[in-house]
């Protein structure tokens, strides 16, 4: 650990108020687990009554951490001063950033579309442009897609995209032959590859977007505080048209603030970070934060998925701070479309955070950011310990509906001993859970009022209708996600790994068969339930028939939040508006107009930009773009000539349709195969040309 580094100012007062937020959070859920034992029928003294009790209040320390972060982000956004924001400087802002330093912006992407992906980068560069600062900044896309058309289609966008912005030489594309170690790997790769000649990188998601300004501030920052690691921004969340992602955009611009400061005011230089939207000190990051494999198979074992997390546990360990910009606008990032796409990327999410289990003892990992490992296993735990309650609260109640209860004391007694029911505990209980579940978003729309913010939710009106709309959509899925959550879990610790695909990032919506397949067993099981309760038990059917009703509707519901027309007249309703819907950033403004140009021209010789192995291999100028990107010729191993003549061959005779995705992926990494088949190509008679190779040339 660097020493100069050890007696920094925050971390004794971070400590202060870790310990203050341990004692916030244990004792309301002590007082709240002894109520629960004072409702049961035998005060907790049966192994089914103490379980529910154990879990409760496990559940209760959980939301109660988010009650107290989000009250603690409410007072320090209300205060007029944070002294210790990391961006707090009145100078920083026209501190000359040092000759010499060079940063790099990385977009790791993965089958992504690389029209959406240009369109990112292109406004990112054009931010940067009109703020005369594009010469300190590269731009590398480090691609790890295995599809071949996403491939050749990559290659050619990006060099599209470099003739149109006169920017070879300051954005590169390189692609990997072999996906190791996935986005941490690809980033791990470009450190050997190019870390040295950079001071900082500043890690994108494929649909990450950020202001030239923001990028500007945040490499000033790094050089005015020597000491930080890492500094992670708020990304806010735009760009989305269906209704759930209006929703979660909503709520991100609505509440997330307000829990981002909270994180910064418990945390301060031990923060986390979450992957995208950040940069990176380049050269301690080469040096600490290496990532070796876990011990044993996956999925507890083997590539550590959630790199993030303990990239920045590591780079804490090397004495460097990790912070949160939590005031820092001008970030921002995409939600899944869809709740389906949502559950797929918490399935991913879910093994990588329940891999940090085995990190939590790791030798010289900090107490915060152990503390983190935990609250990131309980982002899904959490799902499997409300499942177990439930399940433990109805086998409580099937037992007391067909056990019959003894009223007399053990001594002999003649006259029963009737129990008597007092509601005022169950209303406390009921009342208690229901101010720290909605107590933060009445701080929500309070710190709106105050700041005056409103407007960027549409007004008053609007901003209080768009809260309440949520509330009733967020308690709609709640139950659904749970259960899917729960299932992940389960499995994850069953030793049933997943795997690594694609996000979806456009709107499309739900189809009835996928909705079908993927709730059909969540809505069989609340049908089931729901009966089988209304039969044996009617009070706790009552109790629990949100939670049924929310199973039930689970295909509906999740068809119809994936709808963009739904979404765009919620908007004309002026619910779930957020700041960038009310005032569009430049950024995305240049995004709409890149992906309409390119609609617009979107075809050569008949051949759409998705046909990547037919363009590659019919027009000229991407044929030659493609083998001027590959490496130079090398001595193959005879079994390897044989089998890609093969391939060449079978390609010649009966055209691409003949080729499967591996075979068209060899073909593609062979620059003299490619030319002689593009050759053999412009040599057909043009029936054939138009047949076979689907080539209009008119």
Same mark, same amino acid.
Request: aromatic fraction near 10%; hydrophobic fraction near 45%; charge should be positive.
């Given at each position: 650990?660097?020493?100069?580094?050890?007696?920094?100012?925050?971390?004794?007062?971070?400590?202060?108020?870790?310990?203050?937020?341990?004692?916030?959070?244990?004792?309301?859920?002590?007082?709240?687990?002894?109520?629960?034992?004072?409702?049961?029928?035998?005060?907790?003294?049966?192994?089914?009554?103490?379980?529910?009790?154990?879990?409760?209040?496990?559940?209760?320390?959980?939301?109660?951490?988010?009650?107290?972060?989000?009250?603690?982000?409410?007072?320090?956004?209300?205060?007029?001063?944070?002294?210790?924001?990391?961006?707090?400087?009145?100078?920083?802002?026209?501190?000359?950033?040092?000759?010499?330093?060079?940063?790099?912006?990385?977009?790791?992407?993965?089958?992504?579309?690389?029209?959406?992906?240009?369109?990112?980068?292109?406004?990112?560069?054009?931010?940067?442009?009109?703020?005369?600062?594009?010469?300190?900044?590269?731009?590398?896309?480090?691609?790890?897609?295995?599809?071949?058309?996403?491939?050749?289609?990559?290659?050619?966008?990006?060099?599209?995209?470099?003739?149109?912005?006169?920017?070879?030489?300051?954005?590169?594309?390189?692609?990997?032959?072999?996906?190791?170690?996935?986005?941490?790997?690809?980033?791990?790769?470009?450190?050997?590859?190019?870390?040295?000649?950079? !001071?900082?990188?500043?890690?994108?998601?494929?649909?990450?977007?950020?202001?030239?300004?923001?990028?500007?501030?945040?490499? +000033?920052?790094?050089?005015?505080?020597?000491?930080?690691?890492?500094?992670?921004?708020?990304?806010?969340?735009?760009?989305?048209?269906?209704?759930?992602?209006?929703?979660?955009?909503?709520?991100?611009?609505?509440?997330?603030?307000?829990?981002?400061?909270?994180?910064?005011?418990?945390?301060?230089?031990?923060?986390?970070?979450?992957?995208?939207?950040?940069?990176?000190?380049?050269?301690?990051?080469?040096?600490? $934060?290496?990532?070796?494999?876990?011990?044993?198979?996956?999925?507890?074992?083997?590539?550590?998925?959630?790199?993030?997390?303990?990239?920045?546990?590591?780079?804490?360990?090397?004495?460097?701070?990790?912070?949160?910009?939590?005031?820092?606008?001008?970030?921002?990032?995409?939600?899944?479309?869809?709740?389906?796409?949502?559950?797929?990327?918490?399935?991913?999410?879910?093994?990588?955070?329940?891999?940090?289990?085995?990190?939590?003892?790791?030798?010289?990992?900090?107490?915060?950011?152990?503390?983190?490992?935990?609250?990131?296993?309980?982002?899904?735990?959490?799902?499997?310990?409300?499942?177990?309650?439930?399940?433990?609260? !109805?086998?409580?109640?099937?037992?007391?509906?067909?056990?019959?209860?003894?009223?007399?004391?053990?001594?002999?007694?003649? %006259?029963?001993?009737?129990?008597?029911?007092?509601?005022?505990?169950?209303?406390?209980?009921?009342?208690?859970?229901?101010?720290?579940?909605?107590?933060?978003?009445? $701080?929500?729309?309070?710190?709106?009022?105050?700041?005056?913010?409103?407007?960027?939710?549409?007004?008053?009106?609007?901003?209080?209708?768009?809260?309440?709309?949520?509330?009733?959509?967020?308690?709609?899925?709640?139950?659904?996600?749970?259960?899917?959550?729960?299932?992940?879990?389960?499995?994850?610790?069953?030793?049933?790994?997943?795997?690594?695909?694609?996000?979806?990032?456009?709107?499309?919506?739900?189809?009835?068969?996928?909705?079908?397949? %993927?709730?059909?067993?969540?809505?069989?099981?609340?049908?089931?339930?729901?009966?089988?309760?209304?039969?044996?038990?009617?009070?706790?059917?009552?109790?629990?028939?949100?939670?049924?009703?929310?199973?039930?509707?689970?295909?509906?519901?999740?068809?119809?939040?994936?709808?963009?027309?739904?979404?765009?007249?919620?908007?004309?309703? +002026?619910?779930?508006?957020?700041?960038?819907?009310?005032?569009?950033?430049?950024?995305?403004?240049?995004?709409?107009?890149?992906?309409?140009?390119?609609?617009?021209?979107?075809?050569?010789?008949?051949?759409?930009?998705?046909?990547?192995?037919?363009?590659?291999?019919?027009?000229?100028?991407?044929? !030659?773009?493609?083998?001027?990107?590959?490496?130079?010729?090398?001595?193959?191993?005879?079994?390897?000539?044989?089998?890609?003549?093969?391939?060449?061959?079978?390609?010649?005779?009966?055209?691409?349709?003949?080729?499967?995705?591996?075979?068209?992926?060899?073909?593609?990494?062979?620059?003299?195969?490619?030319?002689?088949?593009?050759?053999?190509?412009?040599?057909?008679?043009?029936?054939?040309?138009?047949?076979?190779?689907?080539?209009?040339?008119?």
């Amino acid at each position: 650990m660097k020493r100069e580094f050890l007696n920094e100012p925050w971390r004794k007062i971070a400590s202060r108020r870790r310990l203050l937020l341990l004692i916030l959070v244990l004792t309301p859920a002590l007082v709240a687990a002894s109520v629960m034992g004072a409702l049961l029928p035998h005060r907790g003294t049966t192994i089914l009554e103490a379980s529910i009790i154990f879990v409760y209040c496990i559940l209760f320390i959980w939301i109660s951490l988010g009650l107290w972060t989000a009250l603690a982000g409410f007072w320090t956004l209300l205060k007029k001063d944070d002294r210790f924001a990391v961006t707090r400087s009145r100078g920083e802002l026209d501190a000359p950033i040092r000759p010499h330093v060079k940063t790099a912006i990385l977009f790791p992407v993965c089958n992504e579309d690389p029209e959406r992906i240009m369109a990112g980068i292109q406004a990112v560069w054009r931010s940067l442009a009109r703020l005369g600062a594009a010469d300190r900044f590269d731009i590398h896309i480090l691609s790890d897609s295995s599809d071949p058309d996403r491939w050749v289609q990559e290659e050619a966008a990006w060099n599209s995209l470099c003739n149109e912005l006169s920017a070879h030489g300051h954005i590169f594309y390189r692609r990997r032959r072999v996906n190791l170690k996935r986005k941490s790997g690809n980033v791990a790769d470009f450190c050997r590859r190019y870390g040295a000649q950079y !001071t900082y990188m500043i890690v994108f998601d494929a649909d990450s977007v950020m202001s030239g300004e923001t990028l500007i501030r945040m490499v +000033r920052i790094m050089e005015r505080r020597r000491n930080v690691g890492i500094l992670q921004t708020a990304p806010a969340c735009t760009g989305r048209e269906t209704l759930i992602a209006r929703a979660q955009q909503f709520a991100n611009r609505a509440y997330g603030p307000m829990y981002a400061a909270g994180l910064h005011h418990w945390f301060l230089g031990d923060a986390q970070f979450w992957g995208h939207n950040a940069i990176i000190r380049v050269k301690p990051f080469i040096k600490h $934060c290496a990532l070796s494999r876990l011990p044993g198979k996956p999925p507890l074992g083997g590539d550590i998925l959630s790199h993030d997390f303990v990239e920045s546990a590591l780079m804490r360990r090397a004495g460097y701070s990790v912070w949160l910009a939590y005031d820092l606008e001008g970030s921002y990032e995409e939600v899944p479309p869809n709740l389906l796409n949502e559950l797929k990327r918490d399935r991913r999410w879910c093994q990588g955070n329940l891999q940090h289990l085995r990190l939590v003892f790791t030798s010289g990992i900090f107490p915060g950011h152990r503390a983190l490992f935990l609250n990131g296993v309980m982002a899904y735990g959490s799902a499997l310990l409300w499942f177990l309650f439930l399940a433990l609260a !109805t086998a409580a109640a099937v037992s007391e509906a067909l056990i019959q209860p003894d009223y007399f004391a053990p001594a002999k007694s003649l %006259f029963p001993v009737w129990p008597v029911w007092d509601p005022t505990p169950a209303l406390l209980l009921l009342a208690g859970t229901a101010m720290v579940l909605f107590l933060p978003k009445v $701080c929500a729309l309070l710190l709106a009022l105050i700041k005056g913010r409103r407007k960027q939710f549409g007004g008053f009106f609007a901003l209080c209708g768009s809260i309440m709309t949520e509330i009733v959509l967020s308690t709609l899925l709640a139950p659904v996600r749970m259960l899917f959550h729960s299932k992940y879990v389960f499995l994850t610790l069953l030793g049933m790994g997943i795997g690594w695909g694609t996000q979806q990032r456009d709107d499309e919506g739900t189809r009835f068969w996928d909705a079908l397949r %993927f709730h059909g067993g969540g809505t069989l099981l609340g049908l089931i339930w729901g009966v089988a309760m209304f039969q044996i038990n009617r009070v706790f059917f009552w109790w629990s028939s949100p939670l049924v009703i929310s199973l039930l509707l689970s295909i509906p519901v999740s068809m119809l939040t994936s709808r963009a027309e739904l979404g765009r007249l919620y908007r004309k309703m +002026r619910i779930f508006m957020t700041p960038e819907e009310v005032r569009l950033p430049r950024e995305y403004e240049d995004i709409n107009a890149y992906l309409n140009a390119t609609a617009q021209d979107r075809t050569s010789f008949g051949l759409p930009p998705e046909e990547g192995f037919l363009r590659a291999a019919v027009i000229p100028a991407v044929n !030659t773009l493609h083998r001027s990107l590959l490496r130079g010729p090398r001595t193959l191993a005879p079994v390897i000539e044989q089998r890609r003549d093969a391939i060449l061959s079978k390609a010649m005779q009966h055209g691409p349709q003949a080729l499967n995705k591996k075979e068209k992926k060899e073909l593609l990494y062979d620059a003299e195969r490619m030319k002689t088949l593009h050759e053999y190509i412009w040599e057909l008679p043009q029936d054939v040309l138009e047949e076979r190779w689907k080539v209009r040339l008119d």
